[in-house]
């Protein structure tokens, strides 16, 4: 990628340089395709620790009895494995993606705050390296849940608890700015004629999740640094000896949090959206009610947090309000669902890489979506609140829904990105043996979970033995199928077919209008959008 | 759509740097909004009384008092996890007229060789009825202090208010004690 990009700014005689040359052009970049890229490298690095920590659970697992670690050590695993894998992997992802693709989709230069683009993403490897260093002190890593509540994430904490909170501030400001700046490119930098209602779906999508980090991610930084005080300056938020309420962390949290499972998603969503035309050879079904599903999907995600505490101890009238609340995103949610099987009704239907992964979104995310409303049942929450069943539910919209989602953006985009087309045997190995492992690994868990085997507890009655032994091969196959993956990308941006500009023959959208690979610099002189 | 957004590109739209500007602004709003939750999580929890918190100390004042029902109100008692004192309530229950002011006590010990400061957090069950509890004197109001090996009786004077809801047969008055050395007063 980095000769041909070099070799195209040999041509260019009107001013504008090529990448500068070694280390530094990576640390000092502006450019949104290389800080994009590093955002990828970076989220893949993290889902490979992230991955590694989930198997060791896994391992672990496998036989009820204690075989492998001790229990303090899995708490760290579990722990370390959840805020990995939402804060350094999922998230990150999608920003790379946002920062490729978001200019080439909207006919912009580059993105409209670049100097900030680069400062957001070289905050994360600092943020990470603290959270990961922890895992090397006496105290330990985390070990209270990447939900971390108060009071066990104050009171009780390990000392290394000033590195986590220290850590989340800084990635939440790197989400801030990325989201600002996304927001800002996308309101001021669209080629004239690139109204918002013929924007594609994904830079939609990604406008709302941009919106919901920047009224989210500051609580979740206000809830960090209300422990900080409670540890250190003797402040009682959390502490009810002092007049605190542990149950208002629980608000405060989850106030964040249930925004921060629908940015997790959305691109997802928009990623897909745009896949399913482009193999159906049909337009989107339904565009602009897909735009206003989302949005909805975005508001309502504001008024429904307490769902994830129905055993807190709750009035009546409030599990009612939040049950109702919650059930309602599954109309918006269905709509979507309905979107894309229609999109797919009498098209012309091939079966590529990005295609099967985002069919395979579309099934195992509404297989997700379906447990979370039996979640979101309240008197029946209470058989399963912090059980299996639970983990069933947020692994299915996390890893086949958000995960393969983001898979299969990069399968669909990496021609745009390399020149080179991917091989499709490998490619559709990679997602047989994904698509085999991930359902290996979770159905079984909403098994074990409607029986009554709770989370976070690295041992386990032994009638649930079988499903769990079962879930850890899944794990495993899943796991080392990734390996085929980060080969793939290699061989690919290595070498392979030439693609061309358009590289997939229903493709539609300003994107595939640039050479293949992207130039170092595309859209100087804006595109006219029809 | 009717968002008042600009509808085409560079050359119409707003200036970047203020589109950032108002955005920045409102991540550092929403940080204070999330202090802003603590207080209104109270405020809300009061207002809709909801969490089984009851009031600080209220004037004594002789009431109408609801001699044609008669009200169970049993007490609870619990250690914080790792709080040594004992601590028991010396009635398991009374029966009251709501509007009548009773006087109940409470004992609580220091076993240890240290001198400790508790702290008692009420509750009441069910929560609606936390709102008509009416209390002059609670030991839940102070930090109690006792010395190494002190042992005291703390009193809890309290009444219902005959506003309290006719389904209400029986509540329940729970204090939890704290180990609250960290925010001696």
Partial sequence: MTTATASHDDHADHGHHGPAKGIMRWVLTTNHKDIGTMYLWFSLTMLFIGGTMALIVRAELFQPGMQLIEPEFYNQMTTMHGLIMVFGAIMPAFVGLANWMVPLMIGAPDMALPRMNNWSFWILPFAFGMLLFTLFTDAGAPNFGWTFYAPLS????????????FGVHMMGISSIMGAINIIVTILNLRAPGMTLMKMPLFVWTWFITAYLLVAVMPVLAGVVTMMLMDIHFGT??????????????????????????????????GIVSQIIPTFARKPLFGYASMVYATSSIAFLSFIVWAHHMFTVGMPLQAELFFMYATMLIAIPTGVKVFNWVSTMFRGSM???????????????FTIGGFSGLMLAIAPADFQYHDTYFVVAHFHYVLVPGALFGIIAGVYYWLPKWTGHYVNETLGKFHFWMSFIGVNVTFFPMHFVGLAGMPRRIPDYALQFADFNAIATVGAFIFGLSQLVFLFILIKTIRGGEQATDKVWEGAEGLEWTIPSPAPYHTFAEAPHVK | MTLKLPESGSQSGPKPSNTALKLVLAAIAMFGFGFALVPLYDVFCEFAGINGKTAGPVEKVEQWVDT???????????????????????????EIHPGAWTQVAFWASNPTQNDMVGQAVPSVSPSEAAQY?????????????????????????FSLDPDLPDHVRTVTMSYTLFDAGAFAE
């Avoid at chain 1, 007049?243 to 997802?268: C, K, N």
């Avoid at chain 2, 109100?73 to 229950?93: A, C, H, K, R, Y």
Wanted: glycine share 6%; hydrophobic share 45%; with cysteine.
């Fill in chain 1, 154 to 165: 104050t009171t009780y904490a390990p000392s290394s608890v000033t590195y986590f909170i």
């Fill in chain 1, 236 to 269: 009682s938020f959390f502490d009810a000896a002092g007049g605190g309420d542990p149950v208002l962390f629980q608000h405060v949290f989850w106030f964040f949090g249930h925004p921060e499972v629908y940015i997790m998603i959305l691109p997802a969503f």
């Fill in chain 1, 350 to 364: 091939t079966f590529e890489t990005p295609m099967l992964f985002a069919l395979a979104f579309v099934v195992l």
């Fill in chain 2, 68 to 94: 044609s029902r008669t009200i169970k109100v049993q007490f609870i008692t619990t250690n914080n996890d790792g709080m040594p004192w004992e601590f028991e309530t010396l009635q398991e229950e009374v």
């Fill in chain 2, 133 to 157: 509890v009416q209390k002059t004197e609670c030991f839940c109001f102070d930090q109690q202090k006792l010395k190494a090996g002190e042992g005291r009786n703390m009193p809890l004077i």
